[in-house]
């Protein structure tokens, strides 16, 4: 009995959890206030340039993500420990989830700035390749197949898609500009040259938000993923109590 | 060294010979580029002077698109009997098994490539601006396919533990091969072209070098854990 209750501390929501949690309403609420209220609305592109903030902020997190993927799986392939690869698989759905953010909010702030929903301009085609990758990814650890094996094999992809990033960047780029000699040239911080100082800190401010909700979502995973194992492993008791 | 190469040619030279015998993903893939040749020509009219343009892409769809149907036959016909177990226990280093795997299927891709790049030029009457860019044409070819067959073959043997393989391997390996792919088109619409591509394909020969280097070193590396059971 004791020893049950041990293990249900472990899956209980640690106070690091608490404490982000914590952290994080505040944040959240102000960054909202900073980007509604607070800072200008932008001269030319008006109201609309709000967006870019989010867009920003999303875009960084999911390269964070998909770094702590790559991280994560080296980590894995290395010590086999099963902690590393959880954090790696929930990392890769959260990077997910901010690139299909990243790709909504582009073209809806693009439709008003640029007059096009989409050009394929090496960071908005990267994006979508990087999409269409971790979603492979994903659909790897959906296998159906020992947790061991598929670990692996998720690592594997993960690395190899990660080093894979900058090569597709690079190799767009020069496509890019084997077309169209005249690109444009700063992609979506074209709305950010010459950034008014309260736009600038209301930018820094809502990525350092977004990289909180990051970490809790990280945290949230990870807790619903050893719920899982522990509700798969009581199940497993149920099931010999029941044969014999 | 030994431990290496020597399996490796082996298992090229099993995979090949298996295929001499029956010819079976060899000419699967034969009669599969010759149909996807035949929808470009509903898709895009053979007649038209400006479809020329198109043709370095073609080459490379139905290169990639041959190149799956022999990549998902690659592993998946391995396990029927438990071969790949009986490979993984033999004294060999399991890079040696990619090696030989990755030869083998860079043969068949080339040979498919031998009999369909000029069936796709006769049939859309595609005139070869200057024959000395057929050498570097040659060398873009070979390049670009490497690539593709190094990572599709890890990949192969990734997608070859799951049950729909077929489905999953296309999905996992066409984000993963868009660098290669958009430096041998850019690099064969340049040679084929134009009169003095070559120099300016020579960037895009270099990032395929690149490419084929990286990509080749991972699969190296990391094919022994996507292999243990």
Redesign the interface.
């Known amino acids: 009995m004791t020893q049950d209750r041990e293990e249900m501390k472990g899956l209980l929501p640690t106070k690091l959890h608490k404490v982000l949690i914590i952290t994080a309403v505040p944040m959240t609420l102000a960054a909202l206030y900073l980007v509604f209220v607070w800072s200008p609305v932008e001269r030319i592109m008006g109201p609309v340039q709000k967006i870019f903030y989010f867009h920003v902020a999303s875009a960084w997190n999911a390269f964070f993500a998909f770094f702590i993927v790559f991280v994560f799986s080296l980590l894995f ?1 290395f010590t086999k420990k099963r902690k590393y690869d959880l954090i790696a698989g929930v990392s890769g759905e959260i990077g997910v989830v901010f690139t299909a953010i990243v790709l909504t909010t582009g073209p809806i702030w693009a439709r008003s700035a640029w007059n096009t929903w989409w050009t394929w301009e090496p960071r908005l085609t990267t994006t979508l ?1 990087l999409f ?2 971790y ?2 990814y994903i ?2 650890r959906n ?3 020992e947790w061991q ?1 598929r670990a ?2 998720a ?3 993960g ?3 990660f ?2 990033v900058p ?2 960047y ?3 780029r ?2 890019e500009s ?1 077309l169209h000699p005249v690109v444009m040239s700063e992609g979506a911080e074209g709305a950010g040259g010459g950034l008014d100082p309260s736009m600038l800190f209301t930018l820094i401010f809502s990525v350092f938000t977004l990289t909180l909700i990051y970490f809790i979502l990280l945290q949230k995973g990870l807790y619903v993923e050893k719920l899982k194992l522990q509700v798969k492993k009581l199940k497993a008791k149920e099931q010999e109590k029941m044969i014999s | 060294m030994k431990h290496l190469l020597a399996p490796a040619l082996a298992i090229a030279r099993k995979d090949l010979y298996a295929e001499w015998k029956t010819k079976q993903t060899i000419t699967t893939m034969l009669i599969f580029s010759g149909l996807v040749i035949l929808t470009f020509s509903f898709a895009f009219d053979p007649s038209n002077q400006a479809v020329s343009a198109l043709v370095p892409g073609m080459i490379w769809v139905i290169t990639i698109f041959a190149g799956i149907l022999g990549l998902n036959r690659s592993f998946t016909t391995e396990k029927q009997h438990d071969h790949l177990h009986g490979m993984m226990v033999a004294p060999v280093d399991p890079s040696g098994i990619y090696i030989g795997k990755f030869l083998a299927n860079l043969v068949f891709v080339l040979v498919v490539q031998v009999v369909s790049i000029p069936l796709l030029f006769l049939l859309f009457d595609f005139q070869v601006p200057a024959y000395s860019s057929i050498f570097y044409f040659l060398l873009i070819i070979f390049l670009g396919t490497f690539g593709f067959i190094a990572v599709g073959t890890l990949l192969a043997a990734l997608a070859s533990h799951a049950k729909s393989s077929e489905m999953l391997l296309p999905i996992l390996l066409f984000p993963l091969v868009t660098p290669v792919i958009i430096a041998a088109v850019q690099a064969t619409r340049l040679v084929l072209t134009e009169q003095e591509g070559a120099a300016a394909a020579l960037s895009w020969m270099q990032l395929m070098g690149a490419y084929d280097v990286i990509f080749f070193a991972a699969g190296f590396l990391l094919f022994e854990y996507v292999l243990e059971v």
């Open positions: 392939l390749i269409f990758m979603i492979a659909m790897i296998l159906d197949m094996k692996r094999l690592s594997v992809f690395i190899i898609g080093v894979n090569i597709v690079m190799s767009i020069w496509w084997n």
